[in-house]
């Protein structure tokens, strides 16, 4: 297998491991956001709700 | 409308911001890490921004929110190729600079796409919901990211201390983060306090950072257990 061919295999892998991890964590939240840029900077609810 | 600590809050973390690139630009690391401190720059410019639409339109106005979430994913973009140049000085010395940028960009477009597909459903908002689906798809991309980048300068055994220091920090501000995100989530009643920590916690990168940056040179090494090791 190629060197490209592998990283596109492991950046699929990261991806599928990030959103499985991201709907792990956020199962049985209620919808909120993580704001994690600027410091000390308060966030707004989102905007959908 | 925000209290007195809240500004104070905001006011301390935009300066740990600035100082990480004042810090950078002292000791002569900031072309080094170009990216690193452009996200530390974007962050103090959006902090700025952000005060001003606020105090003009009022922090529950439309334009504050809807500046905070889009200015929020410039932020994170920024951050994910800040993460992503970590990865080409780790990778450097392997000549793989080139593999890295092909996977850093593939996996933004895949995030990309992954959001689109979540939200192609939501009529209303579906550029906001677009924007927000993506900065928080990112996170979590940039969370595996550090932590396999963690177990790379492990494995590598990489020994530049400041290098180290960087990926660290940025792996340990990911995770203060997703745990605080998930004990919200887990446990309600904890919410408040969670909430609370926020802030807080914001302080760790810019802070980590800025001692990277200004108590350990750019040929700093770290000696490995087994060098250090004295044999009696």
Known sequence: MSRKLAVVFLAMLVLAGAMGLKTAVALHGDGSVIMANGAGCPAPPTPWK | MLGPSEYIFWLLGTLCEAGVVVCALKKGAFRRYLFLNLYMAASVVVSICRYEVMTHSGFTSQAYLYFYYYSDAVLTILLYFSLTSLYAHVFGELQASRLVRLGAILLLGGTAIFSYAVVQESSAKMITHFVVELSQNLYFVGLVLTYLLWA?????????????????????????????????????????????????????????????????????????????????
């Open chain 2, 152 to 232: 790379a300068i492990t494995k590598m055994r990489e020994t530049r201390a400041q290098l180290v220091q960087l990926v660290l920090s940025l792996g340990l501000y990911f995770s203060l983060f997703a745990a605080n995100y998930a004990l919200r989530n887990l446990y309600p009643s904890l919410s408040s306090l969670c909430i609370a920590l926020l802030p807080v916690f914001g302080f760790v990168l810019p802070l980590a950072w800025a001692y990277a940056f200004w108590r350990l040179s750019t040929d700093e090494r770290i000696a490995p257990a087994r060098l250090a090791l004295v044999p009696r």
